[in-house]
């Protein structure tokens, strides 16, 4: 619960390296989700290529951060391990999401920035990467110690809860 509530998106970050160690932590959490009928259908290209990253942050029109952060996690789908007809927008995006919590609870600050289902954006980086015909860029994550602080967001609504009936 302490990850889930300090987790807020980080756009600004100090000018230093995310240890490799704490990106493998990322990576083991990203991999612990739930997949329908556990396809795991996910991979991971990691990008800490300042060119790459900035080249993103020049196509995608709400990206600037990358310009600023040390790593970034580009989030992909193997469309060949579709078992259960588009669930896997769902398994990608609790990977996605695991990635956000671990980095709370390892010191780090990042932020989802969201490709599919822009048609435009998963184009851009479908042609940027060469990526195969079945591999879907989902999100990006981007990664660094960060350099802004937000307080905790109480969302609570009771008005959205329902039992039994609408
Ligand atoms: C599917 C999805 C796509 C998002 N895309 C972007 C994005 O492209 N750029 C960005 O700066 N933030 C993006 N965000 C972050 C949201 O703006 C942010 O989560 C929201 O404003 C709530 O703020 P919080 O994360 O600090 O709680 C995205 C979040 C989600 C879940």
């Given amino acids: ?21 704490k990106i493998d932590e990322l990576l083991h959490a990203a991999m612990a989700a739930p ?20 080249n993103i942050a020049s196509t995608h029109p709400h990206a600037a951060m ?7 996690i580009l989030v992909c789908a193997d469309l060949t391990k579709e078992k259960y007809e588009g669930f896997w927008v769902q398994d990608l995006s609790a ?18 920035i969201g490709v599919y289902p822009n048609e435009t954006r998963v184009n851009e980086i479908v042609k ?27 969302r609570y609504d009771a008005s959205r809860v329902h039992y039994n009936k609408w």
Avoid at 95 to 112: K, M, P, Y
Avoid at 136 to 146: D, E, K, L, M
Wanted: glycine share 4%; aromatic share 10%.
């Fill in 66 to 72: 990358l310009k600023e952060a040390p790593v970034a």
């Fill in 95 to 112: 990977s996605t999401q695991n990635i956000l919590l671990e980095a709370v609870s390892l010191g780090l600050g990042t932020v989802w």
């Fill in 35 to 54: 997949s329908a009928g556990n396809e795991q259908p996910w991979h991971y290209i990691i990008l800490d290529d300042r060119n790459i990253l900035n």
């Fill in 1 to 21: 619960m302490d990850a889930i509530f300090k987790r807020r998106s980080i756009r600004k970050y100090e000018d230093r390296a995310v240890e490799k160690e």
């Fill in 128 to 154: 940027m990467f060469s990526l195969p015909q079945n591999i879907i860029p989902f999100s990006i994550v981007a990664v660094g110690y960060p350099a802004e602080f937000k307080d905790e967001a109480d």
